[in-house]
């Protein structure tokens, strides 16, 4: 099932293809798992000009040679990077090593020293250009959020990117229910966390295996069923093997009954909320 993108985005499947670090796994291996996501309707994919140093990009690139078409791609621009000048130059390299002439998205990878005036204005410009399609932000606490409206005005911030698992859900508290008022997608990063999915011996664990074994699912794709239950919310789980993307993609057409999410709630809340945003 797919969630539109943004306040007037399109539409784009909720469960996409992460890539950090994919430039340490074997490079045919991941090129495999990233075509086998597309085949199985995992269209989205993230990427940014940090990652192995431009080194995901170009694996992508190799991924998508032939199918571009089908893919919402994502990359981001670092902080340094971010100066009006900067920002283009960023964008015209990650362009390069994606093959591409065009991002479907392009968002800011955190706060930096650079006025998000001109990072924006930079993005308007490229948005003009046919460059990239739409942008917005990653790792944007409330705050922030309130000030990049301000500087962008509504409509403009297509997507906010930030760290959200079941052990992590501090976005539940203030930056979902901002981004669901405005318009704009959100997307999780590392939806299982740092080798911190629940480990089956856990009361989370087990409670997740057991509501798998009543859909014929597993585990993680009852945590990115979880995790996606809002439409305003994606997921991009790593993808650089295929039997993980495979198993990634079964959550797509999984759905949660209201009681079993109550059960995941209360088996693994959100906590109070912490006095900054939780990043990686």
């Known amino acids: 099932m797919a969630h539109r993108f943004g306040q007037d985005g399109p539409q784009v499947a909720r469960i996409g293809q992460g890539s950090w670090n994919i430039e340490l796994a074997d490079k045919a291996g991941a090129v495999s798992a990233l075509r086998r996501g597309l085949d199985l309707g995992l269209s989205h994919i993230d990427t940014a000009e940090m990652y192995g140093s431009g080194r995901s990009e170009e694996i992508i690139a190799e991924a998508l040679a032939g199918r571009r078409d089908e893919v919402f791609l994502v990359s981001k621009v670092l902080p340094h990077n971010?100066?009006?000048?900067?920002?283009?130059?960023?964008?015209?390299?990650?362009?390069?090593?994606?093959?591409?002439?065009?991002?479907?998205?392009?968002?800011?990878?955190?706060?930096?020293?650079?006025?998000?005036?001109?990072?924006?204005?930079?993005?308007?410009?490229?948005?003009?250009?046919?460059?990239?399609?739409?942008?917005?932000?990653?790792?944007?606490?409330?705050?922030?959020?309130?000030?990049?409206?301000?500087?962008?005005?509504?409509?403009?911030?297509?997507?906010?990117?930030?760290?959200?698992?079941?052990?992590?859900?501090?976005?539940?508290?203030?930056?979902?229910?901002?981004?669901?008022?405005?318009?704009?997608?959100?997307?999780?990063?590392?939806?299982?966390?740092?080798?911190?999915?629940?480990?089956?011996?856990?009361?989370?664990?087990?409670?997740?295996?057991?509501?798998?074994?009543?859909?014929g699912a597993s585990a993680r794709q009852v945590a990115l069923a979880f995790l996606t239950r809002r439409p305003s919310v994606f997921a991009i789980p790593k993808a650089a093997k295929a039997n993980h993307v495979e198993d990634n993609a079964g959550a797509l057409s999984l759905r949660l009954s209201e009681a079993e999410i109550a059960r995941i709630d209360a088996a693994m809340p959100h906590g109070p909320r912490p006095r900054s945003l939780p990043m990686l």
């Open 82 to 215: 971010a100066s009006k000048a900067g920002t283009r130059s960023a964008c015209e390299r990650s362009l390069r090593r994606l093959k591409t002439e065009r991002l479907d998205c392009y968002l800011l990878h955190w706060r930096g020293s650079y006025p998000l005036e001109e990072t924006f204005a930079a993005f308007e410009a490229l948005r003009e250009e046919g460059k990239i399609l739409s942008w917005g932000v990653s790792n944007f606490d409330v705050d922030d959020l309130d000030e990049a409206l301000d500087v962008a005005g509504p409509g403009r911030i297509a997507c906010n990117q930030v760290l959200y698992h079941l052990r992590e859900r501090a976005i539940e508290h203030a930056v979902i229910p901002w981004c669901e008022r405005n318009g704009v997608a959100v997307t999780a990063y590392s939806p299982f966390g740092q080798d911190d999915f629940p480990p089956s011996t856990s009361a989370g664990g087990k409670l997740l295996a057991e509501i798998a074994a009543t859909h």
